[in-house]
């Protein structure tokens, strides 16, 4: 049975980072396109970014290039957010997810997605 645990949320003042983790069983990421996306309150989920499953290409969205880079170990089955320089904005609750087919090319829409974790929140205040 497919389980993501995420982890590495909290808070931390503007300026300052924070690394998500999520962390598959039952389940081999390698090969799918993975991706994280937010949801904060009142608001929508957004699509953040993604890794294609070849893991050569990936996209982050506008308000966050430069300050957040996804990663992914296969060897582990984890999948990372890199998130630096934080701002208030950020503040949200994070999903990883992971693609509906194999050697998908991902994408920021949240249809593409098949298997979701259950979120960790990251709250960016001073």
């Known amino acids: 049975q497919l389980h993501f645990v995420e982890s590495g949320g909290g808070w931390v003042q503007p300026g300052g980072s924070l690394r998500l983790s999520c962390a598959a069983s039952?389940?081999?990421?390698?090969?799918?396109?993975i991706g994280w996306f937010r949801q904060a309150p009142g608001r929508e989920r957004e699509g953040v970014s993604y890794?294609?499953?070849?893991?050569?290409?990936?996209n982050y969205a506008d308000s966050v290039k430069g300050r957040f880079t996804i990663s992914r170990d296969n060897a582990k089955n984890t999948m990372y957010l890199q998130m630096n320089n934080l701002k208030p904005d950020d503040t949200a609750v994070y999903y990883c997810?992971?693609?509906?087919?194999?050697?998908?090319?991902?994408?920021?829409?949240?249809?593409?997605?098949?298997?979701w974790g259950q979120g960790t929140q990251v709250t960016v205040s001073s």
């Open positions: 039952g389940f081999t990421l390698g090969g799918y396109a």
């Open positions: 890794i294609s499953g070849s893991g050569v290409r990936t």
């Open positions: 997810a992971v693609g509906k087919t194999p050697l998908g090319l991902g994408s920021l829409r949240a249809a593409e997605y098949e298997y």
